[in-house]
């Protein structure tokens, strides 16, 4: 008995190393220690074996048993840890396969530039509002010293719905609006879409957006526009980026200014996009004449104010080096899908 | 506005080049278009004497000329012009020469016979009839004077010097001549001005009365009104520096008289008129408004009809002029011109503008006039006039003159306070230094104590009211480079965007994050597009908010709808060959008021657009049933809608009974109309106003369920005309309470179920919230589904 009890062990464990799936492991012991197993019946056996050698027959079918049960064990470790690895490499897939197509979707660039513009001044604390596109000749010129056959409105060629109505040519009505409602301190700036008779070309369009900003407080000076100015062009166009004021005119503001910003693409050096002078032209700006205040009812002896306007198209081009401004009215999907 | 550098340089020292001067000027105020110089559409032109001109033994016409260029050797030149002879100077075009329009001048051989360059005339060198005399006849160019052979002839023709373009902006008219640019330029360079001592010799008998008349008959249109007399009038060119300064600010020389006129509207901002005064009717001028429906021809020929706001000149009868805008044919300066009435006068801005406008003419005059020409240097400028008379020798000036001034301009003064300036701009500028400041502009100005600033305006600088205006010419003359970037010291204010913002934002996430393309069409359209739409004669969207004066047909009229825009950028882009598309446009519309002279209410309006890849109907309705879930928002859903729209594939979708959103397909003869062929486009317009006030708060979340759910199927028959989106609503009021979810998993069409008969399945889950469901409840609920649908749509469980 003995001898069969080795040549058992023998075997056994000679066909467990041999298994090559957990499988044949089960198989394996199944058919040694099952129920109707080799070992089981050896040990049933066991009661026609003289008591005295009972003990010891019993102490060595218990260790044979114990050596097999751990060789499975070991063995079914190794092999699951074999075939995991096997799943594993024949899961392998092409990752540089494209996924299925999906659009992704994207804000127009215009509303891309706007949204970050809105956000730096409203995170200095300004509100954003709103105002009519068609707006009333009173709001869009007159408040702003702008009178009815002023050569200034040449500057600016009106759409006309009647003779006191027009398509607003810029967002300063939002302004002259906000400024009879409202007692200072006022903070605002008002982004939207203006129009122009200009017919489309590279660098115009007759439909485009402004933003406009407005503040109208106690001892607002000029630094006080060009520091908000310089905030703006650093967290627009990045850190170096700098205001450069040329003086000008603009019949609401007094003393006005034309706002240059360094030129993004050269940093300043002079290239073919600054035509050499490191400076961009971008916007006017200045402190707000104190005419304006009075017609709007706001006391000039007391509050002073600044006021600037942008266009958004404009920032736009300069921020995505976007060539030509009829890119941005004309919805060709292989530009707008660069955006996404 | 051009000016020649020389012509500055008469009256201030400019001592550094064009380039820095102009830099000089930008940086205070004065903007510069560019710096140019005349002559530079040609180089290497000298001038030639012709030492021999023999006929061209191969040629009819042409001629060999053996020309000195001022070089060793005599140049053999071959020309065809008749004029050409032995002892003439002309203008030789030398070998690798360029002229204008492209031309290079080469050595080569013209009929056998070597040519060395070319005898050029004024068109090949593309300047002007009078700025030379006889430069405009046939044939080449004779140079009259006795200049060195080999001498550029840009010397002789006075070209050459720098043309500073300036931009002068709407407040500084002053600076629209040459005195207001020196007198600028002398404060920027902190130089002197120094202006011509103005003295006119008289001669003759008589005064102007004993020539002329004038009446002014409306002085508020006209505020003041000079003329002076010259007899003896001998027309002929001008002198070469008058011609070349007048050719660098780009007007042509004509003659003595006219030059005189144009040269002192630039140097003094006075346009002027010079008569013929024999051809003024009985020698009377007045200045008058037109009658109603008086004809007038003006100097180009063209005829107008005129209207009582317009201010004419005329005779005792009829207009012969526009005031300030154009002369008339008759008394216009000819050859035998034999004497001189010179007008310089002061019209209104306004009322000059509106009569350009409405005429549709704008004259250098016009354009001065309506930004302000102040009428108390008149009589100055026209005083220059008679003075160049007397330079020129042209005439004789005639003792006295007119001058109708009844409300001389009141000189205007302030008291500015320094302290307040410093505040403005933000510098600390010193009293004194402002003080100078302001005299080196010829504001007159006196530092009172130490905050004080008295300051006297000069006339012309009409721009000057208040002491915000002085800040800035303080500032400006001290360096906008001295401004110091600081933050405002201010009360602190909540950063925010107003609501409507906020949600325009949201939905704009919301459709990009679906995987839509934003896009930008203009705010104003064509009215055949809203044609195109098939839109019943009394449809609202067909009244629009009108253009006065549209760039276009195709930009005339304020959107009502966004589709039509949409449909357009759909047909772009197939037309650009992009086969499939998701977009969305979020603008406004604009409804007319019902009132005339009311603003149009301007709505917000979302419109969505699919075309191509796998998109149907169903792909648009998802995307409006999804956004409008981010708003809490569920909305029933009934064929309905526009006839743009496909009849059997169109919704409209109401919550509470109101309109909310409408999609569908376009309507195949709507596509057409909009040259979209090839594939189907989806549209969805979502009415944002409407949907705005439906938002609902987010009130807190549901507790997550402590009891099992079951899930039981059912598939039942029912005809094909009914909505399976429809009985899944009925499912959904028929469950009740212990409802949790309701989804159709299957669409079966088949012959065993009969002809128009369709099976629809539908996968329902039970749950309540405080218990385990028990059989009994769930056959119960699942019953009185079954019965709905049965006495709702005829449904039958499907065996």
Redesign the interface.
């Known amino acids: 008995m003995e001898n069969k009890l080795r040549e058992i062990q023998l075997r056994v464990m000679q066909s467990i190393e041999e298994a090559r799936q957990s499988a044949n492991l089960e198989q394996i012991r199944v058919s040694i220690l099952g129920k109707k197993g080799e070992l089981t019946g050896l040990l049933r056996g066991m009661g026609k074996l003289p008591p005295e050698e009972r003990p010891k027959m019993g102490q060595l079918v218990n260790d044979v048993r114990a050596a097999i049960e751990e060789k499975l064990e070991a063995r079914a470790a190794e092999l699951k840890e074999k075939e995991k690895a096997a799943r594993l490499e024949s899961e392998a897939i092409d990752v540089t396969l494209p996924g299925p197509e999906?659009?992704?979707?994207?804000?127009?660039p215009?509303?891309i530039a706007l949204?970050k513009m809105?956000e730096i001044?409203?995170?200095?604390?300004?509100?954003?509002?709103?105002g009519?596109?068609?707006?009333?000749d009173h709001y869009n010129f007159e408040l702003l010293n702008i009178p009815?056959?002023?050569?200034?409105r040449?500057?600016q060629d009106t759409?006309?719905?009647?003779d006191?109505?027009v398509?607003r040519t810029h967002t300063s009505p939002v302004q002259a609006r906000i400024m009879t409602t409202r007692k200072p301190?006022i903070?605002v700036i008002c982004?939207g879409?203006v129009?122009r008779?200009d017919?489309a070309d590279a660098t115009h369009s007759?439909?485009f957006h402004q933003m406009e900003g407005l503040?109208i407080?106690?001892?607002?000076?000029?630094?006080?526009?060009?520091?908000?100015l310089?905030?703006f062009a650093r967290q627009m166009f990045g850190e170096g980026i700098r205001t450069?004021?040329?003086?000008?005119?603009f019949?609401f503001t007094?003393?006005?200014?034309e706002v240059d910003l360094t030129c993004a693409n050269c940093r300043g050096e002079g290239c073919r996009m600054c035509k050499g002078t490191g400076w961009i032209e971008v916007l006017g700006a200045g402190?707000v004449?104190?005419?304006v205040l009075e017609m709007c009812g706001i006391d000039s002896t007391k509050y002073?104010g600044f006021a600037f306007g942008m266009g958004v198209e404009r920032m736009a081009l300069l921020k995505y080096n976007i060539p030509n401004l009829r890119y941005?009215?004309?919805?060709?999907?292989?530009f707008?899908?660069q955006y996404? | 506005m051009k000016v020649p550098m020389k012509w500055l340089k008469e009256y201030v020292d400019i001592d550094m080049s064009a380039e820095e001067y102009a830099s000089r000027m930008?940086?205070?105020?004065t903007?510069v278009e560019g710096v140019d110089k005349t002559g530079e559409q040609f180089d290497k032109v000298v001038v030639g004497k012709v030492l021999s001109c023999v006929d061209h033994p191969n040629s009819d016409h042409l001629h060999i000329c053996m020309v000195d260029v001022g070089g060793e050797e005599p140049l053999q030149i071959v020309c065809g012009a008749p004029n050409v002879h032995e002892g003439m100077r002309v203008a030789a075009a030398l070998d690798g020469a360029h002229l204008p329009g492209g031309v290079k001048i080469k050595k080569g051989k013209m009929r056998g016979e070597v040519s060395m360059g070319m005898l050029c005339s004024g068109p090949e060198l593309d300047v002007p009839a009078g700025l030379y005399p006889h430069i405009g006849d046939e044939g080449i160019i004779e140079i009259f004077e006795d200049v060195a052979p080999g001498t550029d002839v840009k010397e002789v023709f006075g070209l050459g010097d720098d043309i500073i373009d300036f931009e002068i902006?709407?407040?500084?008219p002053d600076c629209l001549s040459v005195w207001g640019l020196a007198r600028e330029s002398s404060a920027v360079l902190e130089n002197h001005f120094v202006m011509p001592e103005i003295a006119v010799e008289e001669k003759g008998t008589g005064t102007f009365d004993d020539y002329a008349k004038v009446k002014v008959l409306d002085d508020v249109t006209c505020p003041r009104y000079c003329a002076r007399i010259v007899t003896n009038v001998k027309i002929g060119p001008s002198p070469k520096w008058m011609r070349e300064y007048l050719y660098g600010a780009g007007v042509r020389p004509i003659n003595n008289i006219v030059d005189i006129t144009n040269f002192v509207m630039l140097e003094t901002g006075h346009p002027m008129h010079a008569f013929d005064l024999s051809k003024v009717k009985d020698q009377t001028i007045v200045v008058r408004r037109a009658k109603a429906g008086e004809h007038l021809t003006t100097l180009d020929g063209k005829e107008h009809v005129l209207d009582e706001s317009m201010l004419v000149i005329a005779d005792n009868e009829n207009a012969t002029g526009l005031a300030g805008i154009m002369g008339g044919e008759e008394s216009e300066i000819v050859n035998d011109t034999a004497s001189v009435l010179f007008e310089c006068a002061a019209f209104e801005?306004?009322n000059n503008?509106?009569t350009a406008r409405k005429l549709g003419i704008r004259t250098e005059s016009s354009g001065r006039f309506?930004?302000g020409v102040c009428p108390d240097t008149a009589m100055e400028a026209l005083n220059r006039a008679c003075m160049l008379v007397n330079m020129l020798e042209c005439g004789d000036v005639v003792p006295g003159a007119y001058d109708n001034y009844p409300r001389p301009q009141e000189t205007k003064e302030i008291d500015a306070s320094v302290s307040r300036i410093c505040?403005?701009?933000?510098?600390n500028v010193p009293g004194e230094v402002m003080e100078d400041i302001l005299n080196r502009l010829y504001i007159d100005t006196t530092l009172v104590g130490e905050d004080t600033l008295h300051c006297v305006f000069p006339a012309y600088r009409q721009d000057m009211?208040?002491?915000?205006?002085v800040?800035?010419e303080v500032?400006?003359m001290y360096g906008?480079?001295h401004?110091?970037?600081?933050?405002?010291?201010?009360?602190?204010?909540?950063?925010?965007?107003?609501e409507?913002?906020v949600f325009n934002?949201r939905v704009?996430a919301a459709?990009?994050?679906?995987?839509?393309?934003?896009?930008?069409?203009?705010?104003?359209i064509s009215p055949k597009w809203i044609d195109k739409l098939n839109l019943p004669e009394d449809d609202a969207r067909r009244n629009a908010?009108?253009?006065?004066?549209?760039?276009g047909e195709d930009?005339s009229v304020?959107r009502t709808s966004l589709v039509p825009s949409m449909l357009n950028?759909v047909a772009?882009?197939l037309n650009?060959g992009?086969g499939e598309?998701?977009?969305f446009e979020l603008?406004?519309t604009?409804v007319p008021a019902e009132t005339?002279?009311e603003?149009?209410a301007?709505r917000n309006a979302l419109c969505v657009g699919i075309f191509g890849g796998d998109a149907d109907f169903y792909t648009v309705k998802n995307i409006v049933t999804w956004l409008l879930a981010k708003f809490g928002v569920t909305a029933t859903i009934a064929t309905a809608g526009d006839a743009y729209y496909h009849p059997g594939r169109k919704a409209v979708m109401d919550v509470e009974g109101k309109q909310i959103a409408a999609l569908g397909e376009i309507h195949p003869d709507v596509a057409e109309a909009f040259d979209i062929s090839g594939k189907r486009v989806y549209v969805a317009e979502i009415d944002l106003d409407a949907l705005r006030p439906l938002e609902k708060d987010f009130y807190g979340v549901k507790p997550l369920p402590k009891f099992p759910a079951v899930s039981r199927d059912i598939a039942v028959v029912v005809d094909e005309a009914v909505g399976a989106g429809t009985m899944m609503d009925a499912i959904r009021k028929a469950a009740g309470k212990t409802l949790e979810d309701v989804k159709l998993f299957d669409i079966y069409r088949g012959d065993k179920l009969g002809k128009g008969k369709k099976s629809v399945a539908y996968a329902i889950t039970l749950r309540a919230a405080d218990r385990t469901l028990t059989d009994e409840e769930i056959n119960n609920t699942m019953e009185k589904v079954l019965k709905a649908l049965n006495t709702q749509f005829g449904a039958e469980l499907r065996a």
């Not at chain 1, 999906?102 to 127009?108: E, I, K, N, V």
């Not at chain 1, 407080?217 to 060009?226: P, S, Y």
């Open positions: 999906r659009g992704a979707g994207s804000l127009h215009m509303n949204q809105i001044f409203v995170g200095m604390g300004y509100e954003a509002v709103e009519p596109e068609v707006e009333f009815k056959n002023h050569p200034a040449d500057a759409f006309y719905v009647d006191n109505i398509l301190p903070r982004p879409r129009y008779a017919e007759p439909v503040v407080d106690e001892n607002i000076t000029m630094g006080d526009l060009k520091g908000t310089d905030e450069r004021f040329r003086p000008s005119f019949p007094e003393p006005s200014a402190m004449n104190p005419r002073s941005l009215y004309e919805n060709d999907l292989r707008l899908t996404r | 930008v940086m205070t105020g903007a902006l709407a407040n500084r801005r306004a503008r509106v309506e930004k505040r403005r701009i933000g510098v009211e208040n002491e915000a205006d800040s800035e500032l400006r906008y480079d401004i110091p970037s600081t933050l405002m010291n201010a009360v602190t204010m909540p950063g925010y965007r107003n409507k913002l934002d704009k459709l990009v994050g679906m995987g839509l393309y934003e896009v930008l069409n203009y705010s104003f908010v009108v253009l006065r004066n549209p760039l930009t304020m950028t772009a882009n650009r992009i598309g998701m977009l603008s406004k604009f005339a002279g603003l149009p301007e």
